[in-house]
């Protein structure tokens, strides 16, 4: 063809996990009304259109595996169309357009190495168990990125990651061709450079995304150089933009890749399809610790700053979570030891007990040569439980608001109370108390709630459940 202009829509799909620790269902979340909760909500207004409108057929993207499985309990079916219609692309073009994501949507710039492995990894054999498929792409949670992590993206055999234009350093290189990321030893992974300027309009200005046809003549054919047959973009947003956070906003995505964007002569192209076409990148330095929404780095996931003023209590926050995490591995591994269990090996492949492709005895069998007494294996079961809660505490949307007496920081503390209950349980300890305590610092300013009561409730209503 005369013309090798492609165009990417990518939509990052995801929700926190909800669900009650001990039963395993979302509770009654009562801004959600009318819906029972968040997760039913957003599935009325923008998952279920989209997959009867065909978009998912048309466009890149991923889809958090806490989602995943809350689709796959509620809503089976519609997990279903979204995997046969990356199939059907998978058949065309030889890549599927779904890219996997790190399992707990944790902001991985902050994660301990081990943690970024255990994320990783149980986000690759997530999206193996729903897809049937290896990932060629993950989508980094935030897009918050460091070098770390991207070489343990390539170790894992993942081709391609989608950064902000903000995140890399170009060398000169005009447009938005994809880079050879610039990694340590000899590894290498693409990096899709989203248009921010694109994706920020598309996100925010609800007028620019009333009409598809004017979007696409009056900002995406601007993105191409006239005298440049040979280019590529890439618009990047969250999934829910079209439907939930803008009405009716599938049809404009639906009129975008269906019709309007053949009348300017740009083809639809997944990352991966396009990638094996155009090997031969220009390399790209990364800005470490950087994200895509926060524009101070990683620090809205830490401390407060500007993009949430009046969050002071992110800081003790994160210290208490990073406290907890460093006490629950100490006594995990003192007590695995004696089993020749190496705990950061272990919870790699713990994964397929959480998605029961493996019961946990005979999994347990795996990981050790010594013969464990029926007491120790229910207690290894309580303390790899207890491991699966100390990841899912650090979920993003913790620290992503400036206030803290919301749904999502609560949720943190109450997986983080669940945790340490099970280490309780199993253990025979009384760390309960000692967190009680620290989080104290953790402080609404306009409410006044502070941490303590919100882990002390949790904790609490742990103990009216047995532990199996």
Request: hydrophobic share 35%; charged share 20%; with cysteine.
């Amino acid at each position: 063809m005369d013309s090798n202009r492609s165009f990417t829509v990518h939509a990052h799909f995801y929700q926190p996990p909800r669900e009650n620790p001990v039963t395993d269902n979302v509770p009654t979340e009562i801004s959600a009304y009318p819906y029972h909760d968040w997760n039913e909500k957003i599935f009325e207004t923008c998952y279920l259109p989209n997959i009867q409108i065909g978009n998912f057929e048309r466009i890149s993207f991923d889809i958090g595996p806490t989602l995943s499985r809350w689709l796959r309990l509620k809503h089976q079916d519609a997990l279903q169309s979204i995997v046969e219609a990356d199939l059907r692309v998978l058949a065309e073009t030889g890549h599927g357009n779904a890219i996997a994501q790190a399992y707990h949507h944790t902001i991985l710039p902050l994660a301990t190495k081990e943690e970024k492995v255990a994320e990783i990894t149980w986000g690759i054999r997530d999206f193996i168990y729903t897809f049937g498929r290896s990932p060629e792409g993950m989508w980094l949670p935030e897009t918050a990125v460091d070098i770390e992590t991207l070489c343990i993206l390539a170790d894992q055999g993942i081709k391609f990651t989608i950064l902000a234009p903000w995140q890399v350093q170009t060398s000169g290189h005009q447009g938005h061709s994809p880079f050879w990321g610039n990694l340590p030893g000899d590894r290498k992974i693409a990096i899709f450079i989203y248009s921010g300027e694109l994706s920020a309009r598309a996100s925010f200005d609800t007028n620019a995304t009333s009409n598809a046809d004017h979007f696409v003549r009056n900002h995406i054919e601007t993105q191409y150089e006239k005298n440049d047959p040979n280019q590529y973009v890439m618009m990047a947003t969250d999934g829910e933009l079209y439907g939930h956070h803008q009405t009716f906003r599938e049809m404009f995505l639906s009129q975008m890749v269906n019709g309007s964007l053949k009348s300017i002569g740009v083809q639809l192209e997944g990352p991966a399809a396009y990638l094996e076409r155009n090997s031969d990148l220009p390399l790209v330095t990364i800005h470490e610790n950087t994200s895509w929404s926060c524009h101070h780095g990683v620090k809205r996931w830490r401390e407060e700053c500007d993009c949430t003023p009046g969050a002071k209590w992110k800081n003790p926050l994160r210290d208490a979570l990073d406290e907890i995490a460093h006490d629950i591995d100490l006594l995990c591994n003192e007590f695995m030891f004696d089993y020749g269990i190496d705990l950061n090996k272990s919870r790699i492949s713990y994964i397929d007990v959480i998605l029961r492709e493996n019961t946990f005895n005979s999994w347990l069998c795996s990981q050790t040569h010594f013969e464990i007494p029926d007491d120790s294996r229910k207690t290894l079961a309580g303390l790899f439980r207890a491991q699966e809660f100390r990841l899912r505490m650090f979920a993003s949307c913790g620290w992503f608001f400036n206030e803290f007496d919301r749904i999502e920081p609560r949720n943190s503390i109450s997986n983080a109370a669940y945790a340490i209950y099970l280490i309780d349980k199993t253990l025979n300890t009384n760390l309960g108390q000692k967190y009680v305590s620290l989080l104290s610092r953790v402080k609404s300013e306009e409410t006044g709630i502070t941490g303590d009561i919100v882990f002390a409730q949790a904790y609490e209503s742990y103990k009216d459940y047995l532990i199996s």
